[in-house]
């Protein structure tokens, strides 16, 4: 396996080695962080420590050791997958905002469990954008046993969906959804006419799967929303006397 981080700006390659060595160095923390010992329940609590933490001001990058550890153990516990190293060295690098690679087979979904739980520690949400419904679906319900277990909520936004199952759906903690999706949602919120129309809540922080693909190939295409006029022939009728009127 191989982990290639390109960054958002060009680094020298020195520059990029020497991340790739942090990258490393905090890997080596996580792994230390051994919670093999710790029952369930011990867990769970550590996991709510965080959240407190998190909501109380403390930085994140602060909180990465520990949650990171968090995700390995659950992980292992509820899906029986343990990461590698290079799995953990993506999420610090998504974490920080940055451009990973990683080959079909090298555990992207898993990778992105762990800055998504790290920053879904502040209660204010995140979005996992996927290529289609049903990544969204698959992948909502294959990592959502680990954000259960650590006490998170996580969902996935279908196209089709009422507009109560969205709102409920983006309220969660994580929340799996199409780029598209998210898309068309975000611009009917915008022309709706009461807070009860919406459906989007603040935006936080997101993961971008297929980045290439949805932010190149498909930012091509414009999102666009349309509809049937709600005007009547007495509406007509209404407006032209107030034409006249002016």
Known sequence: ??????????????DTHNKLKVYQDKTELIRK???????????????????????????LDELLVDAYALVCEASNRKLGLQPYDVQIMAGIALHERFLIEQHTGEGKTLSAVMPAYLNALTGKGVHVLTFNDYLAKRDAEWMGPIYRFLGLTVNSVQAGMSRSEKREAYAKDITYVTAKEAGFDYLRDTIALTEEETVHRTFHYVIVDEADSLLLDEARVPLVISGESVSSRSDGILFAEVARQL
């Open 1 to 14: 396996m191989n982990l290639a981080v390109n960054m958002m700006r060009k680094f020298k390659e020195h």
């Open 33 to 59: 962080r051994n919670l093999e010992a710790w029952n369930d329940q011990e867990l769970q609590a550590e996991s709510l420590r965080l959240q407190e933490e998190a909501k109380s001001g403390t930085p």
